[in-house]
């Protein structure tokens, strides 16, 4: 597609199960980004790759997340033994590479319901 | 560290109102500064962009500049319409050590009313 595609849009699971979020950039940017939006925090950066390393972790709240990226393209995040507080949209982002004035270009998200 | 302010909201308009959403900034270097919109029940999307002082960025009708004296890139439009009823973040792309990530502000959520 045209655009930055995430899935699944909604997923509603139990605490302390894991959840893996999927992000498929779109073909050709080398560029992508996680973030999370939340009530309380507003939108926060979680991680960066360039191709399939992840130079900035930074934004990784704890070690029950982590994420790969596999081909320069289709990315996954995982939540291990999820907790209420990680309820939130998680976003995914692409550009066309790291520079300072590319737009990211972003997906519809994953709302993620921890019950 | 990097970080934007933006105007406390939410912002109440009638249709055709000018409208002003402020943003200041705080970056080290020389960042790239944006405005992204999410209409409800949507994503983020980029609306306008700025990448050096003094850089008009434009579209919808919609405006910002890039006011390096005063750290500030403040949202205009001079008559809104009911469809510009949404959520509005200012963002900044320090480049650099940052890896391209944005910073952004907390959200000014706009509504229009006929």
């Known amino acids: 597609g045209a655009g930055v595609s995430q899935s699944p849009s909604n997923k509603v699971t139990e605490k302390g199960k894991d959840v893996e979020l999927r992000c498929d950039p779109i073909s050709g940017h080398t560029a992508l980004y996680w973030y999370r939006q939340s009530l309380g925090q507003g939108l926060e950066f979680l991680i960066y790759f360039q191709g399939n390393s992840a130079p900035d972790k930074s934004g990784l709240p704890s070690d029950r997340f982590s994420a790969e990226r596999t081909g320069g393209s289709v990315s996954t995040l995982t939540i291990q033994r999820t907790q209420q507080e990680d309820s939130a949209v998680y976003l995914c982002?692409?550009?066309?590479?790291?520079?300072?004035?590319?737009?990211?270009?972003f997906g519809d998200g994953t709302r993620l319901s921890i019950l | 560290g990097d970080s934007v302010t933006q105007m406390e909201g939410p912002v109440t308009l009638s249709e055709e109102a000018f409208l002003t959403i402020n943003c200041t900034y705080t970056?080290?270097?020389?960042?790239?500064l944006f405005w992204y919109v999410q209409y409800p029940g949507e994503g983020l999307q980029l609306l306008l962009k700025?990448?050096?002082?003094?850089d008009k960025g434009s579209n919808k009708g919609f405006e910002a500049t890039y006011r390096k004296e005063t750290t500030s890139f403040h949202l205009e439009k001079g008559s809104v319409q009911v469809s510009d009823s949404a959520v509005y973040f200012c963002a900044l792309n320090a480049g650099g050590t940052s890896y391209g990530k944005l910073t952004f502000g907390q959200g000014t959520i706009l509504t229009v009313h006929p």
């Open positions: 982002a692409s550009s066309r590479d790291r520079g300072n004035n590319q737009p990211q270009h």
């Open positions: 700025a990448t050096k002082a003094d």
């Open positions: 970056a080290t270097g020389y960042p790239s």
